[in-house]
């Protein structure tokens, strides 16, 4: 899942997150030191609620290829066994599709690509993963908007770690 908003709130709104969700998966090559590229399919949500109440509340939602490229070390433990890991790295999004909902906005006002910095940690009890992290968006997720503005966003992925080699 994810909790996404925005750097900067647009003239006269307020923004706050609603909750996403993601699918996808990473392959993780080394042991105490690793690399960690990745790909999801994401859904990212959020409102944006303009400062006189009289105005209702817009709606957007976000879907897009994530792709991470990680490094992470085990702090405690090991690859192969449970482990305390940390890891970040930067991502890139390809924008898919856009629910306007009630703002008017479609995928033809996003940017195609929009790029972010990611920070986690997570924990592994034998084939078991739980990750969190913290997304800064470094690009503005708008083509044509005067303001710079950037997705920022909590994410937790949690799954099944395979063994391939």
Do not use: C
Not at 122 to 145: C, Q, R, V
Request: charge should be negative; charged fraction near 20%; proline fraction near 4%.
């Amino acid at each position: 899942m994810n909790f996404t908003s925005l750097s900067n709130d647009p003239l006269s709104y307020e923004t706050t997150g609603r909750m996403g969700w993601q699918i996808g998966g990473t392959i993780a090559m080394g042991d105490q030191f690793y690399f960690e590229p990745g790909i999801f399919w994401e859904k990212n949500n959020w409102n944006l609620q303009n400062i006189n109440p009289s105005i209702p509340e817009f709606k957007n939602d976000m879907s897009a290829i994530k792709i991470p490229i990680f490094v992470g070390i085990n702090v405690i433990g090991d690859a192969d066994d449970s482990n305390f890991h940390i890891m970040g790295g930067p991502t890139m999004r390809i924008v898919t599709d856009v629910n306007p909902g009630t703002t008017g906005k479609t995928k033809d006002d996003f940017s195609d690509f929009i790029f972010g910095m990611d920070i986690g940690a997570g924990i592994s009890m034998g084939k078991i993963f739980i990750d969190a992290g913290y997304e800064w968006g470094l690009t503005n997720i708008y083509k044509d908007e005067t303001n710079d503005i950037r997705s920022r966003g909590f994410w937790l992925n949690a799954g099944f770690r395979l063994k391939f080699l």
